[in-house]
């Protein structure tokens, strides 16, 4: 089974930038879908952003013109770049991977992001 780890978070001041990277331990090439969402204390996991077959984006419209997804292939790696930073951004953010539309979704254990002064 493949294995997901999420890093990059931490504290960071609204405006600011945060790079999130989401580590596999087997390639990510051709994957059905790359994701990435968010969790709060108390509410359900939302979705922020993803890849569809390597190549079509799709954003919350939350994050829309702030945040960036990619992904790198040699590094079988893939990053949330997240610019001007909101406290509402502020939550832990989990990453997944689907190999093909019908495979089992696979979820990293989380990176929390705060967004405070």
């Known amino acids: 089974q493949v294995q997901l780890v999420e890093s990059g978070g931490g504290l960071v001041q609204p405006g600011g930038s945060l790079r999130l990277s989401c580590a596999a331990s087997?390639?990510?090439?051709?994957?059905?879908?790359m994701r990435w969402y968010r969790q709060t204390p108390g509410s359900q996991r939302e979705f922020v952003a993803k890849?569809?077959?390597?190549?079509?984006?799709y954003y919350a419209e939350s994050v829309k013109g702030r945040f960036t997804i990619s992904s790198d292939n040699a590094k079988n790696t893939m990053y949330l770049q997240m610019n001007s930073l909101k406290p509402e951004d502020t939550a832990v953010y989990y990453c997944?991977?689907?190999?093909?539309?019908?495979?089992?979704?696979?979820w990293g254990q989380g990176t929390r992001v705060t967004v405070a002064s």
């Open positions: 087997g390639s990510i090439f051709s994957l059905y879908a």
């Open positions: 997944n991977i689907q190999r093909t539309s019908a495979s089992t979704v696979v």
């Open positions: 890849i569809i077959s390597g190549s079509s984006t």
